[in-house]
T-cell receptor, first 113, second 113 residues
Framework: GAGVSQSPSNKVTEKGKDVELRCDPI?????LYWYRQSLGQGLEFLIY????????KSGLPSDRFSAERTGGSVSTLTIQRTQQEDSAVYLC???????????FGPGTRLLVL | GDSVTQMEGPVTLSEEAFLTINCTYT??????LFWYVQYPGEGLQLLLK?????DKGSNKGFEATYRKETTSFHLEKGSVQVSDSAVYFC????????????FGSGTRLSIRP
């Protein structure tokens, strides 16, 4: 069985551009999470989906960040008007229903020039 | 809010040495506790977990016991190997954090041959 997959694995963009990061969770997992790993901030929670709804968006750092999930499966994290401080590894995780072990994808390394 | 505090790194040990990485937590409710590991160039992997007080999680020779009275979840291994070199993250979920994982800052472990 496949694990959590993310694409692209690396993304280099220019300041001010929009980027979209994709996550495919483990099949059958209803809960999906986005985290960010950066040198200065460690591992931070961004947003949590249960099915297609997001009961917890408390970690999104600004209104430039948004995420959606469709069909209870794939999720997209969008960062608008990227800034250099957005440079980080963006991690996606999924779990069966939301309180069990979370399994992480390999991450998308984002570099904003 | 919930939080995790773990031993600052880096930690450097010789092969076959005894390892302890300290971790304490603050949480309301009854969180589950985890150790995640990130090997060089790889994604975040679950190493072990414990879901209630006095539970012991173990994997690959590593152990950690959920101590509610001291709010601790210290990671131990009796004899480390070069291949254990990685960054180790203590983490919790549940408690007041609902489903999101709260991570410690990570401890970088290097093992000398």
């Amino acid at each position: 069985g496949a694990g959590v997959s993310q694409s692209p694995s690396n993304k280099v963009t220019e300041k001010g551009k929009d980027v979209e990061l994709r996550c495919d969770p483990i099949s059958g997992h209803t809960a999906l999470y986005w985290y960010r790993q950066s040198l200065g901030q460690g591992l931070e929670f961004l947003i949590y989906f249960q099915g297609n709804s997001a009961p917890d968006k408390s970690g999104l750092p600004s209104d430039r960040f948004s995420a959606e999930r469709t069909g209870g499966s794939v999720s997209t994290l969008t960062i608008q008007r990227t800034q250099q401080e957005d440079s980080a590894v963006y991690l996606c995780a999924s779990s069966f229903q939301g309180r069990e072990t979370q399994y992480f994808g390999p991450g998308t390394r984002l570099l904003v020039l | 809010g919930d939080s995790v505090t773990q031993m600052e790194g880096p930690v450097t040990l010789s092969e076959e040495a005894f390892l302890t990485i300290n971790c304490t937590y603050t949480a309301t409710g009854y969180p589950s506790l985890f150790w995640y590991v990130q090997y060089p160039g790889e994604g975040l992997q679950l190493l072990l977990k414990a879901t209630k007080a006095d539970d012991k999680g173990s994997n690959k020779g590593f152990e950690a016991t959920y101590r509610k009275e001291t709010t601790s979840f210290h990671l131990e291994k009796g004899s480390v190997q070069v291949s254990d070199s990685a960054v180790y993250f203590c983490a919790l979920n549940g408690g007041s954090s609902a489903s999101k994982i709260i991570f410690g800052s990570g401890t970088r472990l290097s093992i000398r041959p």
